[in-house]
T-cell receptor, first 113, second 114 residues
Framework: GDSVTQMEGPVTLSEEAFLTINCTYT??????LFWYVQYPGEGLQLLLK?????DKGSNKGFEATYRKETTSFHLEKGSVQVSDSAVYFC????????????FGTGTRLTIIP | EPEVTQTPSHQVTQMGQEVILRCVPI?????FYWYRQILGQKVEFLVS????????KSEIFDDQFSVERPDGSNFTLKIRSTKLEDSAMYFC????????????FGPGTRLLVL
């Protein structure tokens, strides 16, 4: 079945550091890929998405590229801020009429000033 | 910006009691979902709902669970007889379309079963 594997957390970085959170997936067909973010005390918010190979999703300085050859969708940001502290979830929806999002375990990111 | 809302934000109940979790999806969306997140674990799919019927459900969604859209705006999840292991954060989501459409999530209801 479908699965998403995320980099183990927690991750602690200093402000302005470069961020990478690794995400790889297993799915049949051609899934759509998503990154969701959960700020403290809040629900899941869509951060970015990509629907086909080589697409790059971007939002708020974050980027992720859909790599079919490595089945990856790593999240990157060039210079993190304290306000980026949150839990980040990689997720997919397959394209076989399957409507459910399959999530990774989440990576807790803490940015220190 | 339209958003999914959920009530209550927190609920504490005794084992064996019935609970109803409520959601108001984004108004022009047609597909509705429930997910749950047990503390420290993955977000897991429970059920999807379209055109007034369940379109897909997971193994977790057994006979103790039911969903309903009682009017044009609300979408509810009922747990008939709660168990300790039902303690989790429950998220409602909605999407405009079906195939690989973005799902928009509510803030969640934290359920604690004692």
């Amino acid at each position: 079945g479908d699965s998403v594997t995320q980099m183990e957390g927690p991750v602690t970085l200093s402000e302005e550091a470069f961020l990478t959170i690794n995400c790889t997936y297993t799915a049949t067909g051609y899934p759509s890929l998503f990154w969701y973010v959960q700020y403290p005390g809040e629900g899941l918010q869509l951060l970015l998405k990509a629907t086909k190979a080589d697409d790059k999703g971007s939002n708020k300085g974050f980027e992720a590229t859909y790599r079919k050859e490595t089945t990856s969708f790593h999240l990157e940001k060039g210079s993190v801020q304290v306000s980026d502290s949150a839990v980040y979830f990689c997720a997919l929806i397959s394209n076989f009429g399957n409507e459910k999002l399959t999530f990774g375990t989440g990576t807790r990111l803490t940015i220190i000033p | 910006e339209p958003e999914v809302t959920q009530t209550p934000s927190h609920q504490v109940t005794q084992m064996g009691q019935e609970v109803i979790l409520r959601c108001v999806p984004i108004s022009n969306h047609l597909y509705f979902y429930w997910y749950r997140q047990i503390l420290g674990q993955k977000v897991e799919f429970l059920v999807s709902f379209y055109n007034n019927e369940i379109s897909e459900k997971s193994e977790i969604f057994d006979d103790q669970f039911s969903v309903e859209r009682p009017d044009g705006s609300n979408f509810t999840l009922k747990i008939r007889s709660t168990k300790l292991e039902d303690s989790a954060m429950y998220f409602c989501a909605s999407s405009a379309g079906q195939v690989q459409e973005t799902q928009y999530f509510g803030p969640g209801t934290r359920l604690l079963v004692l």
